[in-house]
């Protein structure tokens, strides 16, 4: 599979998990990676590697506009861009509070848009480009209390399969890459506050262990995120890429479970996260 060469590739969301290792692995293989993250302090042991890092906030348009314009004016240009950043948060989707919901969709979603639009300007100019989209397999497979994670992925995926047919005539490329379960801290991170529906406030404390084991299900047999990352570079580079990569655990066979007739995929979630009760 050949590969491109001495790539510029700005990295959304690398204070850790899937972006840390990514932008390693990008250095590993003789690219120019640019780290970002919303706290630049976060990223020092990267920069103690010899990875260059930028403050970037994807929900501030002024820090993306001062983060595109610090890497074009370092390396002159912007050969790939890796959307990766995103947070998650777990819990039944009537009961998590409006501005939790739009968190995620302004994260995962518009904090994407935010940063293709600053760069591809750039790349069509130069009639070259290509951007790495972070979707999910939970964007083709529906989950309980993940709901508005899932819809954020479904979106990521849909807009960049709009989007990669919108960039083709300016020689620019779209890869959506759909993990499965991978190695991270993001069920540790969004299982802040899952205790709220512990109490008998909410109307889902008799399933509260479906919610607790949700909030884990990505981590169980999860591919290491190093191993992730190695692959995913490999395919993503690639100088002709898929339109899809996925990897991960589940990553082959939950899309598949996707396909299965509604009911029947219902009544098999509902099983898994203990929802197949009638609630008080």
């Not at 912007?78 to 009537?94: E, Q, S």
């Amino acid at each position: 599979m050949a590969s491109l060469k001495d790539q510029i590739v700005l990295v959304t969301g690398c204070s850790s998990g899937i972006g840390r290792a990514v932008v390693r692995e990008l250095k590993a293989r003789g690219h120019r990676p640019i780290a970002t993250a919303r706290r630049p302090e976060s990223l020092a042991d990267l920069t103690a590697e010899g990875i260059e890092a930028v403050a970037l906030d994807v929900n501030d348009p002024s820090s993306i506009t001062k983060a595109v314009a610090a890497v074009l004016g370092r390396a002159g240009r912007i050969d790939a861009v890796v959307n990766n950043a995103g947070i998650n948060l777990f819990g039944p989707v009537a009961e998590l509070t409006l501005d939790e919901i739009r968190g995620i969709f302004e994260t995962n979603v518009m904090g994407l848009v935010a940063v293709t639009q600053a760069v591809f300007p750039h790349m069509a100019e130069r009639r070259a480009g290509r951007f790495v989209n972070i979707g999910s397999v939970v964007g083709l497979l529906p989950t309980p209390f993940a709901a508005a994670y899932c819809a954020s992925k479904a979106a990521v995926h849909v807009f960049s399969e709009a989007f990669r047919m919108e960039a083709k005539p300016f020689g620019v490329d779209v890869v959506i890459v759909q993990p499965g379960g991978v190695k991270s801290h993001i069920a540790d991170n969004s299982s802040r506050g899952l205790e709220r529906f512990a109490s008998e406030s909410s109307r889902y404390v008799r399933v509260y262990p479906g919610i607790r084991k949700r909030a884990n299900a990505s981590q169980k047999g999860a591919m290491p995120t190093e191993d992730f990352a190695r692959e995913m570079v490999k395919r993503a580079l690639a100088a002709k890429a898929p339109r899809v990569i996925r990897l991960g655990a589940g990553s082959e066979s939950l899309p598949k479970l996707a396909s299965m007739p509604g009911g029947m995929r219902d009544r098999l979630l509902s099983g898994t996260y203990g929802l197949d009760v009638r609630l008080p």
